[in-house]
Every structure is written in structure tokens, then in C-alpha cells.
């Protein structure tokens, strides 16, 4: 909870230095478990979307999405402190934030995200700063 605290707090948009790999999958987690409950109110309170199907002559029926405003609101508040601490693990493994494009490629790009997300940090200093393991 405190790498989550921590990120919202005073690195929601800092893209520079690196993050550890506890910093990274601590605030997934976290951010994980907040998007599920915002699912789960949207659905207890009624706000969930829906959806029309088109009338082919049975009649128009309305399907839930499953998600409404709350789940949107909580993403968007979760989009860049989670684009920032991602840019911040690619820099603690030594590799450019435009490293993270590579999700875009199918199933290879975010299977190799993957592993850097896993991979232990460089030691010592490197280009984007001391090693967070360290301080």
C-alpha cells in the first residue's frame, strides 16, 4: 500500500529516475484491486452501461457492458501514474521509456514487456539515475 500511496502522491507524473520492481507490482496490484471495485459499485449502484442490440424482428434487448462512470473515472486517474511507473521500471532495467511501444506488437510485444518488467535491476548507476535499491 505504501508503493501505491507513494506513486499518487508525489510521482503521479514523473517520468524520470527508476522504479524498483516492488514500486512496479505493488501499484499493479493495488491499481488491479481498485478497478475491480469499481466495477462491482458500478454494478451495485446501477450505474453500468448498456448496450442495444438491433431489432432483426425479436425485438431490441439491452445488454450491460459491466462497467459505468466510476470504473471510467478510476482508470483515467490511474492512466498516467501507471504510464509513468512503467517508463520509470524500463529505466531502473536500463531501457528507454520508448520501450514500452513494444506492448503494441502482437503477443510478442507484451510477452517481452513482461519479462522486462521481471528483470532485476542494473546495478549501480546508470543513465537515468542511481540504482533505487541502493537509496
Known sequence: MNWYLKIMQEHYA????????????YFGLFNVIIVILAVILDNVLG???T?????YGYGSTEIS?????I???????????????????LHDVGKSGFWYFIAFVPLVGGIWLL??????????ENEYGPNPKGL
Do not use: Q
Open 14 to 25: 514523473d517520468f524520470n529516475g527508476r522504479a524498483r520492481r516492488s514500486e512496479y507490482w
Open 47 to 49: 450505474l453500468n452501461f
Open 51 to 55: 448496450m442495444s442490440t438491433p431489432d
Open 65 to 69: 457492458l459491466g462497467y459505468g462512470w
Open 71 to 89: 470504473y471510467c473515472i478510476a482508470v483515467l486517474i490511474h492512466l498516467v501514474p501507471s504510464l509513468a511507473v512503467s517508463v520509470r521500471r
Open 115 to 124: 519479462i522486462l518488467a521481471c528483470t532485476d535491476s542494473n546495478s549501480g
